[in-house]
C-alpha cells in the first residue's frame, strides 16, 4: 500500500459546478440555505457561483444575490467562477476571497466554451489574473478536457502542461485539472501525473474528475499515491458541464469524504452535517442525489423532501 498523506484538502464546487447545469430553476434563497449549510461541515473552500453573462449560464444569474445573501464563516474561502473583466468587476465589488478562471486544454472544446481560441484566450485571463490580484485576491486556474475532449478524443498531456504554465506565468496561486467528460482511468492519470511532476509543483494542483464512468474514487486514489492532496468535488455528485454532452455528475463530495476518513485521512469534514446538506438540495432538485452515501442514505430512511 503507497504511503498515504495525513489530511486532504476538499474543495467543493456544488454551488457552481454543480448546479450550472441543472435545468429546474433553484430559488435564490435555496442557494444560500445550502451554502450555509455546507458552511457548518467543516469544509474551507465553497465554490458559490459564477459571474457570467446570464444567457450563457441563466441557473446562475443570481451570483450577486447570492454573494450578498450568505453568512460567511471565518476560515473558508467563499469562491466564483469569472469568465472576464466584467465578470471580476461584479465579483470583486460583492467582495469575493478568490476568483476562479478558466481554459480548456482543447481547441475546439475552449471555442465551444469561451468563443475563443486558446491563443485568444490568454490575454482575456491574463487582465483577469492581473485586476484580481491587484485587488488582493487569490486566483485560481482551472484547465478543461484534461483527459479527453468531447469533440478531439485524447488531448496530449503536453498541450495540458502548455496551457497550465501559461496559467502560472499569469500568476494564478492554484491549478485545477479537469477530467470534464470522465474518461479518465486510474492508469492514464499515473501516467499523466508521472510526467505532470516534471513540469507543475504538485503543491500547486488540485484535481477534478467527473464520476460519468464511475471511475472517480479510483482515480483519487491514484493522485493520493502521486502526491496529490487537493480535491474538487460537487456534494452528491450534482454537476456536469453544459457544454460537453455526456459529463455527468462530478465527483460525490460525501462519497469523497467517507472514502477518505474511512482510510484515516483527515478531511475536516463532518458526514453528518454534510448529509444535511446533501438531504437538504436533493429535496429541492426533485431527485435523487447520485452519490453512494445519498443512495444509501434514501433506501434507509426514504428521501426527506424538505
Given at each position: 500500500m503507497f504511503e498515504m498523506p495525513e489530511k486532504v484538502t476538499i474543495r467543493e464546487v456544488g454551488p457552481r459546478d454543480g448546479l450550472q447545469n441543472e435545468e429546474e430553476k433553484i430559488a435564490t434563497e435555496d442557494k444560500i440555505d445550502w451554502i450555509n449549510l455546507l458552511s457548518q461541515s467543516g469544509l474551507d473552500y465553497i465554490e458559490f457561483s459564477s459571474f457570467v453573462h446570464p444567457k450563457w449560464i441563466p441557473?446562475?444569474?443570481?451570483?450577486?444575490?447570492?454573494?450578498?445573501?450568505?453568512?460567511r464563516t471565518p476560515g473558508i474561502t467563499y469562491a466564483a467562477l469569472v469568465p472576464n473583466k466584467k465578470g471580476l468587476e461584479n465579483a470583486i465589488d460583492t467582495d469575493v476571497d478568490e476568483v476562479s478562471v478558466f481554459m480548456s486544454a482543447s481547441e475546439t472544446h475552449n471555442k465551444k466554451n469561451i468563443n475563443k481560441t486558446i491563443e485568444e484566450t490568454y490575454p482575456v485571463l491574463e487582465e483577469v489574473v492581473s485586476e484580481a490580484k491587484?485587488?488582493?485576491?487569490?486566483?485560481?486556474?482551472?484547465?478543461?478536457?484534461?483527459?479527453?475532449?468531447?469533440?478531439e478524443g485524447k488531448i496530449a498531456p503536453s498541450r495540458v502542461f502548455e496551457v497550465s504554465n501559461r496559467l502560472f506565468q499569469m500568476g494564478i496561486d492554484e491549478l485545477s485539472l479537469g477530467d470534464t467528460i470522465g474518461v479518465a482511468n486510474p492508469k492514464q492519470v499515473d501516467?499523466?501525473?508521472?510526467?505532470m511532476?516534471?513540469?507543475?509543483p504538485f503543491s500547486k494542483v488540485a484535481m477534478h474528475f467527473h464520476n460519468t464512468?464511475?471511475?472517480?474514487?479510483?482515480?483519487?486514489l491514484v493522485s493520493l499515491e502521486r502526491g496529490i492532496?487537493?480535491?474538487?468535488?460537487?456534494?452528491?455528485?450534482?454537476?456536469?458541464?453544459?457544454?460537453?454532452?455526456?459529463?455527468?455528475?462530478?465527483?460525490?463530495?460525501?462519497?469523497?469524504?467517507?472514502?477518505?476518513?474511512?482510510?484515516?485521512?483527515?478531511?475536516?469534514?463532518n458526514q453528518e452535517k454534510l448529509a444535511e446538506a446533501a438531504t437538504f438540495i436533493q429535496s429541492r432538485i426533485s431527485k435523487e442525489l447520485p452519490s453512494?452515501?445519498?443512495?444509501?442514505?434514501?433506501?434507509?430512511?426514504?428521501?426527506?423532501d424538505g
Open positions: 441557473q446562475l444569474k443570481d451570483a450577486r444575490e447570492v454573494a450578498e445573501g450568505i453568512t491587484a485587488a488582493g485576491k487569490t486566483v485560481r486556474g482551472y484547465v478543461s478536457t484534461v483527459f479527453g475532449c468531447p469533440y501516467e499523466f501525473l508521472k510526467q511532476e516534471e513540469n507543475v464512468s464511475g471511475m472517480a474514487l479510483a482515480n483519487v492532496t487537493k480535491f474538487d468535488a460537487a456534494l452528491g455528485g450534482l454537476g456536469g458541464c453544459p457544454y460537453a454532452d455526456g459529463a455527468s455528475g462530478n465527483l460525490a463530495t460525501d462519497d469523497l469524504v467517507h472514502m477518505l476518513e474511512e482510510m484515516g485521512i483527515e478531511t475536516g469534514v453512494h452515501q445519498m443512495q444509501i442514505r434514501n433506501r434507509q430512511g426514504g428521501r426527506n
